[in-house]
Structure formats: structure tokens, C-alpha cells
């Protein structure tokens, strides 16, 4: 089992519908949840970041983190035509040089 | 937020020829660099760890002597990828941290370079 699964996609959806994308994951020492932007041959940008469980909202996004399930999701509401791009979740544990453990990416369209 | 900036965005080799990558830390000063490589439609593989004035921490599987990496100032790390072949080429993409506080939190990425070997 992979540490880190995310939906794999792609996902397309009409401008102005709510997008819900998320990841599951297997190790209980994973402490901060990221998810990453990232346009088309462009580095990854961080979008949201989490610590533990909880919600976190940032105008139009949202990232929620439920570590007794293992699972975090990112809501985005009114979707725009330049939400398009793949999102990657990441996670990694408390500690220096802690390494980011990535999902797969999931590519989202939002049409005009 | 904090820039990291990755030189050259993108750039064409022959095979058996050597390229250079630099990443640099704008704004800040990066204790620690990582770098990751990224296949199409593939999520970012973690290549290497580096720490200012340290050797890098390579990940299972990638080759040290092919990946160099040096890391010799806290604003600037470099990826040579030496002897380059076409199974090489890649997106690279450097992510640059402050400080050891809250993991990698605070990590900021480059731009990347896409790297063709003809």
C-alpha cells in the first residue's frame, strides 16, 4: 500500500461548481497536511497547509484533515477557468529535514 | 510568499554532455534544498536532501555520482546531471526550506527546468 493515495482523475466540472478533492494515507506519524498547486510545466505552489486534524479556510478553499480516518480533502467553491490545473496533497512528519511524502496529482479542468 | 528561482527553465543536451541546474532562495536563506524529479503525469520523486556546507542525502535508487549536488551557500544548490542519456530526461524541481521548525512546511519551489537529451 502506497503511503500516500490520492484520486487519481482527471476531474472536470463546469466554472462556478463546488470541487471536492481528496487523499488517504497510511502512516499515523504524518503531523502537516499541504496541498500544492501546480500549472502546467510550472513548479508546485502551496496552496493550503494543516496541522492535525481540523479545517483551515483560505477565501474559496478549504482543507480538512481527519487524522482518525486518515483522509484529508480540499473543497473548492465557485470553481473558476483558472482553478485549472493538477493539485497535488502532501504530508510529512514533525523533525528536522522531514521529507514531503506527495500523492499522485489529480488533474482538474473547470470549464468555462 | 518567499522566491525560489530555477535556472535554466529548460534546456537541450546531447547525450554524454553534463548540465547544470542552479536553485536559488531570493528572499531568504535556505538551510535546507531538495531536489525532485517529475515524469509526465506523475507526482514529484524526491531525488535528494541537501543541507548547506553538507554532503546531500540521496534517496534509494538514484545514482550519486550521475546527480551531483552541491549546496555550498544557504542561497544556492546545484543539480549536475553528468553524462546525461535520453532516460534522463525530466522535470527537475528544486523546493527550498528555512529554518527546522514546522517539517516542510515553508518549503518553497522553483520553477523547474525541463531537460531534453537528444
Known amino acids: 500500500q502506497k503511503e500516500v493515495e490520492q484520486d487519481p482523475g482527471p476531474l472536470s466540472v463546469p466554472e462556478g461548481a463546488i470541487v471536492s478533492l481528496n487523499c488517504t494515507y497510511s502512516n499515523s506519524a504524518f503531523q502537516y497536511f499541504m496541498w500544492y498547486r501546480q500549472y502546467s510545466r510550472k513548479g508546485p505552489e502551496l496552496l493550503m497547509y494543516t496541522y492535525s486534524s481540523g479545517n483551515k479556510e483560505d477565501g474559496r478553499f478549504t482543507a480538512q484533515v481527519d487524522k482518525s480516518s486518515k483522509y484529508i480533502s480540499l473543497f473548492i467553491r465557485d470553481s473558476q477557468p483558472s482553478d485549472s490545473a493538477t493539485y497535488l496533497c502532501a504530508m510529512n512528519r514533525i523533525g528536522a529535514n522531514s521529507k514531503l511524502t506527495f500523492g499522485k496529482g489529480i488533474t482538474l479542468s473547470v470549464r468555462p | 510568499g518567499a522566491v525560489v528561482s530555477q535556472h535554466p527553465s529548460w534546456v537541450i543536451c546531447k547525450s554524454g554532455t553534463s548540465v547544470k541546474i542552479e536553485c536559488r532562495s531570493l528572499?531568504?536563506?535556505?538551510?535546507?534544498m531538495f531536489w525532485y524529479r517529475q515524469f509526465p503525469k506523475q507526482s514529484l520523486m524526491l531525488m535528494a536532501t541537501s543541507n548547506e556546507g553538507s554532503k546531500a542525502t540521496y534517496e534509494q535508487g538514484v545514482e550519486k555520482d550521475k546527480f551531483l549536488i552541491n549546496h555550498a551557500s544557504l542561497t544556492l544548490s546545484t543539480l549536475t546531471v553528468t553524462s546525461a542519456h535520453p532516460e534522463d530526461s525530466s522535470f527537475y524541481i528544486c523546493?527550498?526550506?528555512w529554518g527546522q521548525g514546522f517539517g516542510n512546511t515553508e518549503a518553497f519551489f522553483g520553477q523547474g527546468t525541463r531537460l531534453t537529451v537528444v
Open positions: 523546493s527550498a526550506r
Open positions: 528572499d531568504f536563506q535556505a538551510t535546507t
